[in-house]
C-alpha cells in the first residue's frame, strides 16, 4: 500500500526556509503572505489493510519521520 | 595539566560522515586521555571507558533532520545504556544534534536563522563550573572557540527553557550581541537533568592549540578529561 507523509513546521515554529521562499516570491512580483516549507516522504507500506498501514506509519512519524517537538505530520493512503 | 592517575578511555563514535573525530581524538589524547575511536556499527564501548564523546560533521548526511538517523547507529544504544548508568557523554555539534534526538538532552537544533552555514569564532559565556565539562573554567569566564554549522539554532519551548534556566541546565551561551544562529535564550550548550550528558554548538576540539587561534577549547574538553579520570578512578 502506496503512503503519502507530509512534515511540517507546527504552528508558531519560525520557519526561516519558508520566509526566504516568501521574500523570493515577492521579489518575482507574486503578491505572497506566509510561506511554509515543509517535506513529503513517499512509502510503500507492507500492510495489506489501511488500519494497519496508518498505525505503522504514525509510528514512523513518531520515531523518525518528524521530530515531535517542532513538526506536525499527516498521513494519507493511496485507495483508502 | 593533567591530575594523577592513568589516562582515562575516551571514547569517540564515529560514524558515516562524521568529519571532526580525528580532531576530537588528537584533542583528547594531547590533554591526557586513552582515545579511541568506535565505528557506528560497534555494539559495545571499550572496555573501562570513562567518557563518550560525539563528533561533529554530517552523519548520514544530514539526511531526513540532523542526527535523526545516526541516533539508531547500534552505538548509540551502548551509550543509552552508558549515559543511563550515570557515564559522561558529551556530543560536539553534530553530536549534541544526535544528542537531542536520541532524547539525551533536551530541545531541537533547527536551521540558523540566517539560513548561512556559519564558520568563525564566537564568544561564549560559561554559566556555571561545577560541572564534568566545564571545571576547568573560572566563574564568569568568557572563551573565544569557533563554531562551524547549518542547522545550529537550539530551540524549546518557553516553559522547558525556563524549567532548564532554573535548574541550570543552560551551563554555555553565546555572549551577549554574539548569537549567531538565531538560538533561543543564546544557548550554545546544554546539560541533562543529571548533569552527566552535556552538547554544545561550537568546537573545542578546533580550540585546543595556539598556532589555530585559542586554546579556549581545552578548558571544556580538559574538564572533561578530568572528570574521566575521576570516574575511571572510582572504577577501579
Redesign the interface.
Known amino acids: 500500500m502506496r503512503a503519502t507523509v507530509l512534515v511540517r513546521p507546527k504552528r508558531g515554529?519560525?520557519d526561516?526556509?519558508g520566509q526566504?521562499v516568501s521574500t523570493s516570491l515577492r521579489h518575482l512580483g507574486f503578491e505572497v503572505g506566509e510561506t511554509r516549507v515543509g517535506r513529503v516522504i513517499d512509502v510503500e507500506v507492507e500492510a495489506t489493510d489501511a488500519a494497519t498501514a496508518r498505525a505503522e506509519l504514525e509510528r514512523m512519524c513518531e520515531q523518525?519521520?518528524a521530530?515531535p517537538?517542532?513538526e506536525s505530520y499527516e498521513i494519507s493512503l493511496e485507495d483508502a | 595539566m593533567s591530575l594523577d592517575g592513568p589516562e582515562p578511555v575516551v571514547a569517540v563514535a564515529v560514524f558515516p560522515g562524521s568529519n571532526d573525530d580525528r580532531d576530537a581524538l588528537q584533542a583528547l589524547t594531547l590533554l591526557g586521555a586513552d582515545a579511541r575511536a568506535v565505528w557506528h556499527t560497534d555494539e559495545s564501548l571499550p572496555r573501562d571507558t570513562a567518557a563518550v564523546v560525539l563528533p561533529g560533521g554530517f552523519s548520514f548526511g544530514d539526511y531526513l533532520r540532523c542526527g535523526a538517523i545516526a541516533r539508531f547507529s547500534p552505538v548509540m544504544r551502548a551509550v543509552g545504556a552508558f549515559a543511563g548508568d550515570g557515564g559522561l557523554v558529551l556530543g560536539i555539534c553534530n553530536g549534541f544534534q544526535v544528542l537531542t534526538e536520541a532524547g539525551l538532552l533536551p530541545g531541537v537544533l533547527r536551521p540558523n536563522a540566517s539560513l548561512s552555514f556559519i564558520c568563525r569564532d564566537v564568544a561564549l559565556r560559561v554559566e556555571r563550573t561545577d560541572t564534568p565539562f566545564t571545571s576547568r573554567c573560572t566563574d564568569g569566564v568568557e572563551l573565544t572557540i569557533p563554531v562551524k554549522h547549518g542547522e545550529g539554532c537550539w530551540f524549546a519551548d518557553p516553559e522547558q527553557v525556563a524549567e532548564l534556566d532554573a535548574a541550570g541546565q543552560l551551563v554555555l551561551r553565546y555572549a551577549p550581541g554574539a548569537n549567531p544562529n538565531g538560538a533561543v535564550a543564546d544557548v550554545a550548550g546544554v546539560l541533562n537533568e543529571d548533569g552527566n550528558v552535556f552538547g554544545l554548538m561550537p568546537h573545542p576540539e578546533h580550540a585546543v592549540d595556539a598556532l589555530l587561534g585559542s586554546t579556549d577549547g581545552a578548558l571544556l574538553l580538559g574538564s572533561l578529561v578530568d572528570a574521566a579520570r575521576l570516574s575511571a578512578a572510582a572504577a577501579v
Open positions: 515554529i519560525l526561516p526556509q526566504a523518525l519521520l521530530n517537538l517542532i
